[in-house]
């Protein structure tokens, strides 16, 4: 494509997050300290950095602590440490205290809006040099003529929904790189695509994802309790569907409340987001946000499988970092701190093939031989077998989990597996409709009002970035069999179906989407492709 | 000739604005900030000029804390030479932003000015008028249409219920409105470029320029809920009530 | 102290508009003075004159006023303004054009589209496209202040006989011409300036079916808007809609037709002075925030107002 500019760097990150600025970061740091020329470049897709990310967050700080150990001088938003942790079993009428796991213990953890430590990450990386466009998207891996991956293009400007050119059109860039790390998060769009080109999963279990609901509340400054956790399993969930919530109380009167639902569910009537607004009922949880205001709102999916879903980090010309390779530790309900470190473990290894003898194409090798030797392999192989113990449901699966933690201390000499989420639901007609009640308008609410509060737009006229492989499939299965089961899980509303003229169709109305990769994910027929849309759209997450 | 394109970093028009708890002001804490809508086409008319051959140079200038400097490098990664800023963290209220453009206009020698017929933020609608008040210039205001046409420049109006064209004495400010021209994409390598364009930084002390605020916010709230009211038995009770009691048709 | 209001008028009668500013200027004074500069403008000064609670009209009549150019507007509201504590005009298109100008040549902040008046220095306003109400107070010793026509009922026309004082007009700045006006009175007005606007969701069901939305806004000159609902199923282009991510309106009418009223669309269009929502779902939230509500078929009850409205 002669039509396309291009740009050279030594190394290009994909996507502002976490563990793509933490390899910006340490990259830039070991370049200043060596002295060498290094260009860093990160791309971004949302309208800035940290509009698209969204997470609890109670953040450990080994990894912060070893990228920037002065983190407090530089004024890191870390204001809230955590004072107290609960762990609570709910029934429908009760909430029923439970000694904390010992992977949920706090100590020593900040409670922090993620979108706005990584701003604050963004500000440390451009202080040092790296160069962060934010507004565009990745939307292509370029591949050089021995197959190694040498760089990223982003999307076009300016197509119209139809792909022609409208009047402002522009082609995206083309940038080139030695390597190329992908740091998109949870079911990257060009990660995906790497996974299959160099068959990086092959040998490792699926990988499974759970949905993660949040909304941002400032609550009555009387039921503000800066820094305690809580979080709960039980009801809503029946006992057979892995999820539960999380509360936050942080910084002025803020609350960061949630749910999340694994995506291995098996009832296609259930919704993500009516679990989170009926969980909000429950006598023990309403209250606190009786009198406040709802400030934000969005969603996520999160990587689930851990130690056994790892894929090969490493490909001809670049790797994976992060939630985009799966490095959440899901007991502990955390995932900066392993997805910073190997950002950090990631960029000592590039830094180390850049300086010797550049022989193409390229690969990091080092890169997951450093990161086996590091506390990231340790800590996500201990906790390996909690997870997928879930598929007994929740009772079993607690039992084992005692035992599995506390008697074999995560050595247990086997490893439970994981089977793909999109199987695991059946279908409608062997399961019970779930009766969700009306939102009340001042704790509970609907989508659309909750979509709203996402500040998520999209340029209208663009082609639709919600792919679907067969356009026939949606209303011939998914509305026949699986009851449109899009409609309940996606959380934005984006999949309708309406009759229209005596005929079932369904409406894509891509202009919601905020990102969250569910219906990538869990699609029966794997028949819907997120592909990004134009640079900028999505969400805009105030301190989510 | 030079123009000269004023631009404002205001919340982002995706976002929703919300008033703080105790009402003193808006929330804007880590809040998504852009350059004003209005003024993105403002910038965008100016390099459209510029490309037609009528103008030589686009300085951008912004007014307010050290950030505008983003808001100035994404008009100049746009295509505007270079910028100014006049960094203040105090609030700066239309007529203070007029004197300072003012100020800059002696230094500068523009044909002249554009900017956006009104901030999202403060929805005022007021500098361009203010500053052409100041300036003693024309002002063609509203502009959905720009032709240039010897000493003068004809432009198109929106106005209420239609368009309106009328012709002002060159040096002239335009302020411009939504249907003008729709903003280019910023281009990834101009982003770069722009990093390095030249960038001039005043005090409003150093223009002698006095902003302190005329008006005081009082108060911040959301605006009362609407509520419902009557249900209609048919069309002939909605049209009589439609005409004589609601009297809006 | 007298408060002055500037007229909007085409010369012969007076533009509806400057009957809310009056309306507003009621709440600061009892003496009211309203300025009407115009070219042959004795219509207007007459149809000012009857207004109830104006006090006095002031006629400036020359050439140079005829088309309400800030340039030469202003100056003559400026040499009068010493002695009125407030200058109030409605915030169209003329008084959004003028009044900043009469403000920095006096040197005072400028109160833009006010929705009340709490005391003589204190206001409210929209700011944030109506997302948020500003209280603020002026300190200023003459207040310059656009009235939202929407926020206030007119005074009544007729019922006033104040006294019509000529004045001399000032000098014509010769800093710019009128050349022409196109207003688009036959076809339909823009969605942002129009008085009435009549918008269908996807309760109209298809591109076809908008002809009975467009014929009811044709009955009543109104605008025709959408929902997103009816843009995304691809009935009318995406400039008609009217929503948060389209345009914010404020219109004097505003009929719902077939709009269930998401909170996208209630973002747009919650500031018009009068909502109307015609749909066959009475839960539908739109009646939530409509003034009147007729639950019905849509494609029975907008031909019927069509007929209604020839009564």
Not at chain 3, 32 to 52: F, M, N, P
Not at chain 3, 250 to 276: F, R, T
């Amino acid at each position: 494509m002669p039509e396309r500019e291009s740009m050279d760097f030594d190394v290009v990150i994909v996507g502002g997050g976490p563990s793509g600025l933490a390899t910006a970061i340490r990259l830039r740091q070991i370049a200043i300290d060596r002295d060498v020329e290094l260009t860093v470049c990160v791309l971004e897709k949302g309208s800035e950095v940290g509009a698209h990310i969204l997470s609890g967050a109670v953040v450990e700080t080994r990894a912060l602590d070893e990228l920037l150990p002065n983190w407090e001088g530089l004024g890191a938003p870390l204001n809230t440490p955590v004072r107290k942790d609960r762990f609570v079993f709910l029934t429908e009428r009760r909430a029923i205290p439970f000694i904390t796991p010992p992977q949920m213990h706090n100590q020593g953890n900040y409670i922090v809006s993620l979108g706005n430590l990584c701003r604050w990450l963004c500000e440390q990386a451009e202080a040092l040099g790296v160069e962060v466009y934010a507004g565009f998207a990745a939307s292509e891996v370029l591949y050089d003529d021995m197959g190694a991956v040498r760089g990223v293009a982003t999307g076009d400007m300016g197509r119209k929904k139809d792909g022609s050119k409208g009047p402002n059109f522009e082609f995206g860039m083309e940038l080139h790189a030695t390597q190329t790390v992908f740091a998109e998060g949870c079911r990257g769009s060009l990660t995906k695509q790497l996974f299959e080109r160099y068959d990086l999963r092959s040998g490792v279990d699926p990988q499974v994802y759970g949905i993660g609901i949040k909304e941002l509340w400032e609550v009555d400054p009387a039921k503000h309790h800066p820094g305690l956790v809580t979080h709960t399993v039980g009801w809503p969930m029946d006992l057979k569907t892995y999820g539960g919530s999380f509360q936050y109380h942080f910084d002025e009167n803020l609350v960061s409340i949630g749910f999340v639902v694994g995506l291995d569910y098996s009832n296609p009537y259930l919704s993500p987001f009516e679990e989170l607004q009926r969980f909000k009922t429950h006598p023990a949880i309403r209250d606190t946000f009786v009198g406040g205001t709802r400030i934000s709102y969005g969603a996520r999916a999160i990587s689930a499988g851990g130690f056994q879903s790892i894929p090969k980090l490493t490909f001809p010309g670049g790797l994976i970092v992060g939630d985009a390779a799966g490095f959440l530790n899901v007991p502990k309900i955390k995932g900066t701190h392993t997805g910073m470190k190997s950002g950090i473990t990631a960029a000592e290894a590039i830094f180390g093939v850049l300086q010797g003898e550049i022989s193409n194409p390229v690969e990091a090798n080092e890169y997951p031989e450093r990161l086996k030797q590091s506390w990231v392999w340790e800590e996500l192989y201990r906790e390996r077998n909690i997870k997928p113990s879930f598929h007994w449901g929740l009772i079993p699966a607690m039992i084992y989990s005692g035992i599995d933690k506390i008697l074999l201390r995560g050595k247990a000499p086997w490893t439970l597996h994981h089977r793909p989420d999109h199987l695991c639901v059946r279908p409608a007609a062997n399961c019970k409709p779930i009766e969700y009640p009306k939102p009340d308008g001042l704790v509970t609410f609907d989508k659309l009002s909750s979509v709203f509060l996402s500040n998520t737009n999209h340029e209208e006229d663009q082609p639709c970035h919600l792919t679907l492989k067969d356009e026939a499939l949606p209303v011939a299965l998914n509305f026949k069999k699986y009851a449109g089961l899009e409609q309940q899980y996606c959380p934005a509303g984006v999949y309708e179906y309406v009759e229209a003229e005596g005929k079932m169709g369904l409406q894509i109305n891509a202009q919601n989407c905020v990102h969250c990769k569910t219906c990538d994910i869990k699609d029966p027929s794997q028949n819907i492709t997120w592909v990004t849309p134009e640079g900028s759209g999505g969400p805009n997450y105030p301190n989510m | 000739m030079k123009i000269l394109v004023a631009v404002k970093r205001a919340i982002d028009y995706n976002v929703k604005a919300r008033p703080k708890s105790d009402g003193s002001g808006v929330e804007l804490a880590n809040v998504k900030m852009s350059m004003n809508p209005f003024d993105e086409i403002a910038v965008e008319e100016a390099i459209r000029i510029q490309e037609a051959g009528i103008a030589a140079e686009i300085v951008a200038v912004s007014v307010g804390p050290k950030q505008c400097q983003e808001t100035l490098r994404t008009a100049m990664a746009m295509g505007a030479d270079r910028g100014i800023l006049v960094e203040t963290d105090e609030e700066v209220q239309p007529l203070a932003v007029a004197k300072i453009l003012k100020a800059l206009v002696e230094k500068e020698a523009p044909g002249i000015i554009l900017l956006g017929k009104q901030a999202i933020d403060d929805d005022s609608n007021q500098t361009g008028q203010m500053l052409a008040a100041l300036l003693k210039w024309g002002q063609a205001t509203f502009a959905c249409g720009v032709e240039f046409a010897g000493e003068e420049l004809k432009v198109n109006r929106e106005v209420d219920g239609g368009t309106q064209s009328i012709s002002v004495k060159l040096p002239a400010i335009i302020t411009v409105d939504l249907r003008l021209n729709e903003p280019r994409y910023v281009k990834l390598p101009n982003i770069m470029k722009a990093k390095k364009k030249q960038l001039d930084i005043f005090s409003p002390a150093e223009l002698e320029v006095d902003i302190t605020p005329r008006l005081k916010l009082i108060k911040a709230e959301e605006p009362p809920v609407r509520v419902g009211g009557v249900t209609v038995a048919d069309v002939d009770e909605l049209v009589d009530k439609l005409r004589n009691e609601a009297k809006v048709i | 102290m007298a408060v002055l209001v500037l007229a909007e008028h085409d010369n012969d009668s007076l533009n509806p508009a400057t009957l809310t500013a009056i309306s507003a200027a009621t709440q600061l004074s009892n003496t009211i003075e309203v300025l009407v500069a115009g070219s042959d403008c004795a219509g207007a000064a007459a149809a000012t004159a009857a207004v109830t609670g104006v006090s006095k009209v002031i006629v400036a009549d020359a050439a140079h006023y005829g088309n309400a150019l800030a340039e030469n507007v202003a100056p003559l509201v400026v040499e009068l303004s010493s002695s009125y504590s407030h200058v109030l005009a409605a915030s169209t298109t003329d008084g959004k054009n003028i009044m900043p100008r009469v403000a920095a040549l006096l040197d005072v902040a400028q109160i833009s589209d006010i929705v009340a008046v709490d005391s003589e220095s204190i206001f409210k306003r929209p700011i944030y496209a109506g997302n948020i109400i500003a209280t603020v107070e002026s300190s200023d010793r003459i207040k310059v202040i656009t009235v939202r026509t929407t926020a206030f009922d007119p005074v009544s026309s007729e019922g006033g006989s104040a006294a019509i004082e000529n004045i001399d007009a000032g000098a014509d700045m010769g800093l710019s011409r009128y050349l022409a006006q196109d207003l688009t009175k036959s076809d339909r007005p823009e969605l942002a300036a129009a008085d009435i606007i009549v918008s269908g969701g996807r309760g109209v069901g298809s591109s076809e079916n908008f002809a009975i939305i467009e014929e009811l806004a044709d009955k009543l000159g109104a605008a025709v808007g959408a929902s997103r609902a009816a843009v995304d199923a691809g009935y009318v282009p995406n400039d008609y809609q009217v929503g948060q991510t389209g345009k914010v309106v404020a219109p004097g009418l505003y009929i719902a037709i077939g709009i269930s009223g998401a909170i996208q669309h209630l973002a747009g269009m919650k500031d018009s002075k009068v909502i109307v929502a015609i749909n066959k779902d009475e839960e539908a939230p739109i009646f939530g925030v409509a003034d009147y509500g007729l639950v019905g078929d849509l494609f029975k009850e907008v031909p019927n107002m069509v007929a209604a409205l020839d009564k």
